[in-house]
């Protein structure tokens, strides 16, 4: 704090929050150096500086505050000003925001927009977020601009040059602290004035040199056209000394008047947040930063699936797609009597010819439109015991995992011997889509929506397969068999369910809440909200490496990762919650059985569970773990969702921070459903609709 000026070296150097490739920070130019390039930064010290001044705020003038200076209550002091000019967040501290726009996500950064169900929209100007070594900006436009408020599987963040000491932090294997009357840090939804669990944590990718991200992890999905307030207090630094709130944010907190119009522009709604964070009991002198949030609309998050599902069921629902079987194996294995390939006609909702890199067909009105077609493969494995039992039994749509095949379901029929398995495969995330995936990323996310548009079109197919398996399917000679003289169809076209594993218990929620033909769907190993799983994944790794030969910087590539988030959400299983509970079209809510397995190197457990929440799935017991916020049963569920946890004591165990497991894949995902008890587990579900768990005591080994 000083109240003359700063060297006139210190205003030749780049802003604080930009780095030369575009984006990010440049912190290792030290705060006390650092100056604006911009217009404010002539070089030259300002001769005065007029604060400005409302009701109840301490005035004062200053006189010959340098560049990077703000009047602030009478005194000048570094704000890192031609940052602040640029559009960086006033709140953040000057010379360790870490991203421009931190703190994340907020307020700064939605305009009013009466064309919208908020009458609000997300607007990022692409220049204050990361460029890639290419100089490539954000692709803001097709990513995020068209969204009426934030994510509600938002990550949350900030960070500060001094560091924040990680003791402080309610961590990932205690949330309830983070509800605790002294948490230090609070996030509140201001219409309900619920406290939010979190865990929160330090971002272990940080590089030398730059300001360490903290970041406040949701444990449940936040909730549709929501104002959230996040407030922090009690924080020390990294050293162990009470952290310092930045200059600006002192100013709201403390009533001190400013020079600042990007600041001053913010005060009126601040107040709501103080009063938020006070009607909870954060006394607002007791804050080192505090700031707001709201989230988008569940009709504009859950638009695309709601658009869609309707024309599915009016194309698909009515038979006579087509479909031409390519191969069929007689009794290939002693456990299966025939396999089958073949291709069949979708209606499309992508452009062109529906292949890797398409994205959603729209009407004028951003409508998906479907009255397309595309043909799209199928895998089914009849095995030998259903077809000498010779009665209907259960046809089951199964998803594999990532970038795998829907050709899984032939070995999946090999195991599950009582019932029909036909797959096909998860466009977006299939392998002939990997291409276009490094393409997106190389370039900075341009073209990035064909990830999440071709997860949708994968919903659609998966909704067709299940249709045929109601209705063309059944006439199929393959798949029939001769009893008392009579062909008869081994399908039951009245149990039609879906099992996913991996990226398919991923998606697995996103198929069922499209198809209205779905009752019921068990994820294996599946979760939610991708920004919040991958980073801790071996199978994302190898893309990330990818990923990084284009922009160098992890920091950078987290943050824009959790921008791309709002992207993702069109497919994703936990935006989608309210349309498993009620359906679209009406009828019975559909159900939900997730298998979670401890240690799960590529689906980490912490998404599993915040899923569970999201949903609010019981857990069944006896359970080798407890899980926070989650009610328990003991008894059989025949309605609703559940939650079961198996320990396949597979090690090593991940690591609790957000990396990746250094020694890959330890086998806790592959294994999940090894023990036989589980496989009785899912055909108990399948067969009879109970939810319970049939080991004996919690499912693992011992």
Same mark, same amino acid.
Not at 336 to 362: E, K, W, Y
Not at 574 to 590: C, R
């Given at each position: 704090m000083r109240s003359r000026v700063l060297t006139l070296a210190s205003s030749l150097l780049l802003p604080a929050c930009l780095s030369p490739t575009g984006g990010g920070d440049a912190s290792d130019t030290p705060a006390s150096e650092a100056s604006g390039t911009g217009e404010a930064s002539t070089g030259e010290a300002s001769t005065t500086a007029t604060p400005t001044t409302s009701s109840g705020e301490t005035d004062g003038v200053c006189d010959a505050c340098a560049a990077e200076e703000a009047c602030v209550g009478g005194t000048c002091e570094d704000i890192g000003r031609a940052d602040v000019e640029k559009g960086c967040h006033p709140l953040g501290d000057p010379g360790g925001r870490g991203q421009c726009l931190y703190p994340w996500p907020s307020d700064l950064t939605l305009v009013a927009d009466a064309g919208t169900k908020t009458g609000r929209r997300v607007n990022y100007d692409p220049e204050l977020l990361p460029k890639n070594n290419k100089m490539q900006p954000f692709a803001v436009d097709d990513i995020t601009n068209d969204v009426d408020g934030f994510s509600p599987n938002s990550q949350i963040r900030f960070a500060f040059k001094a560091g924040v000491d990680g003791a402080d932090l309610p961590p990932i294997d205690d949330i309830g602290r983070s509800l605790a009357d002294d948490a230090p840090i609070v996030l509140i939804e201001v219409e309900s004035g619920e406290r939010w669990p979190y865990f929160a944590e330090l971002d272990a990718t940080a590089q030398k040199g730059e300001p360490v991200t903290v970041f406040v992890r949701p444990m449940r999905r936040l909730n549709y056209e929501r104002h959230y307030v996040v407030g922090l207090r009690g924080l020390h630094d990294a050293k162990g000394q009470e952290l310092a709130p930045s200059p600006l944010f002192r100013a709201l907190r403390d009533h001190l008047s400013t020079d600042v119009p990007q600041l001053e522009a913010l005060r009126k709604d601040q107040e709501d947040?103080?009063?938020?964070?006070?009607?909870?009991? !954060?006394?607002?002198?007791?804050?080192?930063?505090?700031?707001?949030?709201?989230?988008?609309?569940?009709?504009?998050?859950?638009?695309?699936?709601?658009?869609?599902?309707?024309?599915?069921?009016?194309?698909?629902?009515?038979?006579?797609?087509?479909? #031409?079987?390519?191969? !069929?194996? #007689?009794?290939?294995?002693?456990?299966?009597?025939?396999?089958?390939?073949?291709?069949? +006609? #979708?209606?499309?909702?992508?452009?062109?010819?529906?292949?890797?890199?398409?994205?959603?067909?729209?009407?004028?009105?951003?409508?998906?439109?479907?009255?397309?077609?595309?043909?799209?493969?199928?895998?089914?494995?009849?095995?030998?015991?259903?077809?000498?039992?010779?009665?209907?039994?259960?046809? %089951?749509?199964?998803?594999h995992g990532l970038l795998g095949s829907g050709e899984e379901a032939i070995s999946i029929a090999e195991r599950a011997t009582s019932v029909i398995v036909a797959g096909t495969d998860f466009w977006g995330m299939a392998q002939e889509d990997v291409p276009r995936i490094l393409q997106a990323f190389g370039e900075n996310f341009i073209g990035g929506n064909t990830v999440p548009d071709r997860l949708l079109q994968s919903a659609v197919n998966f909704t067709t397969l299940a249709y045929l398996g109601q209705g063309d399917f059944l006439d199929e000679a393959e798949m029939q068999v001769e009893v008392d003289g009579v062909m008869t169809s081994l399908i039951d076209p009245t149990s039609v369910q879906y099992l996913g594993g991996s990226q398919g218990g991923i998606m697995g929620g996103t198929v069922v809440a499209m198809a209205p033909n779905l009752p019921r769907g068990i994820l294996v190993v599946g979760a939610s909200n991708y920004s919040l799983m991958i980073w801790r994944s071996s199978a994302f790794s190898a893309l990330s490496d990818a990923w990084a030969v284009n922009h160098r910087d992890p920091q950078e590539r987290e943050f824009l990762f959790?921008?791309?988030?709002?992207?993702?959400?069109?497919?994703?299983?936990?935006?989608?919650?309210?349309?498993?509970? +009620?359906?679209?079209?009406?009828?019975?809510?559909?159900?939900?059985?997730? %298998?979670?397995?401890?240690?799960?190197?590529?689906?980490? +457990? %912490?998404?599993?569970?915040?899923?569970?929440?999201?949903?609010?799935?019981?857990?069944?017991?006896?359970?080798?773990?407890?899980?926070?916020?989650?009610?328990?049963?003991?008894?059989?569920?025949?309605?609703?969702?559940?939650?079961?946890i198996v320990d396949t004591k597979k090690l090593p165990l991940p690591p609790t921070q957000n990396l990746p497991p250094p020694d890959g894949d330890n086998g806790a995902h592959g294994s999940a459903v090894d023990d036989p008890a589980l496989l009785e587990i899912i055909e108990r579900f399948i067969f009879k609709g109970f939810a319970e768990n049939l080991c004996d005591g919690a499912c693992d080994p011992g």
């Open positions: 947040v103080f009063a938020a964070l006070k009607a909870a009991g !954060v006394e607002r002198e007791s804050l080192q930063l505090a700031w707001g949030f709201h989230t988008a609309s569940a009709e504009r998050m859950q638009s695309d699936l709601v658009a869609i599902s309707p024309q599915v069921e009016e194309f698909a629902g009515k038979g006579d797609l087509g479909y #031409v079987i390519d191969e !069929v194996q #007689v009794q290939p294995s002693p456990e299966l009597a025939r396999v089958i390939r073949g291709h069949f +006609n #979708v209606p499309s909702c992508l452009t062109d010819d529906s292949g890797p890199g398409t994205v959603m067909q729209r009407t004028a009105d951003g409508t998906p439109d479907c009255s397309g077609s595309a043909e799209a493969k199928f895998y089914i494995g009849v095995p030998q015991a259903v077809w000498d039992k010779g009665t209907p039994v259960p046809f %089951i749509v199964y998803g959790a921008l791309v988030q709002s992207a993702f959400d069109r497919a994703d299983p936990g935006i989608l919650a309210e349309l498993i509970t +009620n359906p679209i079209g009406g009828g019975d809510p559909k159900r939900l059985f997730l %298998i979670e397995s401890i240690g799960d190197s590529q689906v980490p +457990n %912490i998404a599993s569970e915040a899923m569970a929440r999201s949903f609010k799935m019981p857990l069944l017991t006896p359970s080798p773990k407890p899980v926070w916020g989650l009610e328990e049963s003991a008894e059989p569920l025949q309605t609703g969702p559940a939650l079961l």
